[in-house]
């Protein structure tokens, strides 16, 4: 399934617009083959149900959640975002939750950062590997992998 989430529609039409007034050209950040491995257990009589939030610069998305994924979770989800030169720059913050039914807020599980993203634009459509480390505390609690690859769009298409 492919997720295109974006929680507020202003604030990434101005990103969008400061870009094009800037003369960058947005381009599709694909995220696939997203993979967490030695999650932090979360729930005491459940396993983790883990997904994965996503953010650069204004703009955030998310997988879906893995129900009973435990420890470790394979996600079979295809991620879209809009991004610049400046949001390459920036990198992407990775976070994994487990998520709870109720009231109560879903449990932090680890938090990453996607760095040296620049390196997308040399090689665009050919997918790269990106490992981080997820922290939780101040320890390591784990670490994410995922495949990210960098389209621009074609000319003409608006």
Do not use: H
Not at 47 to 75: C, H, M, P, Q
Not at 82 to 96: M, N, P, Q, T
Not at 116 to 141: A, V
């Amino acid at each position: 399934s492919i997720k295109k989430l974006v929680p507020d529609r202003r604030r990434p039409l101005r990103s969008f617009l400061r870009s094009l007034v800037m003369g960058e050209t947005p381009k599709k950040l694909v995220i696939t083959e997203l993979e967490c491995r030695g999650l932090r257990s979360a729930d005491l009589l459940s396993k983790n149900d883990v997904y994965v939030i996503f953010k650069v610069g204004d703009k955030e998305a998310r997988t879906a959640y893995l129900s009973g994924a435990g420890k470790n979770a394979k996600f079979d989800e295809t991620i879209e975002m809009l991004v610049s030169d400046r949001d390459l720059e920036a990198g992407i913050d990775f976070y994994a939750y487990d998520y709870d039914v109720g009231p109560d807020p879903d449990d932090l599980l680890g938090v990453g950062k996607l760095v040296n993203l620049t390196q997308l634009k040399k090689f665009p459509d050919t997918p790269r590997q990106f490992d981080t480390g997820l922290m939780y505390k101040g320890k390591t609690r784990g670490s994410g992998t995922c495949l990210i690859s960098l389209t621009y769009p074609p000319r003409g298409a608006g």
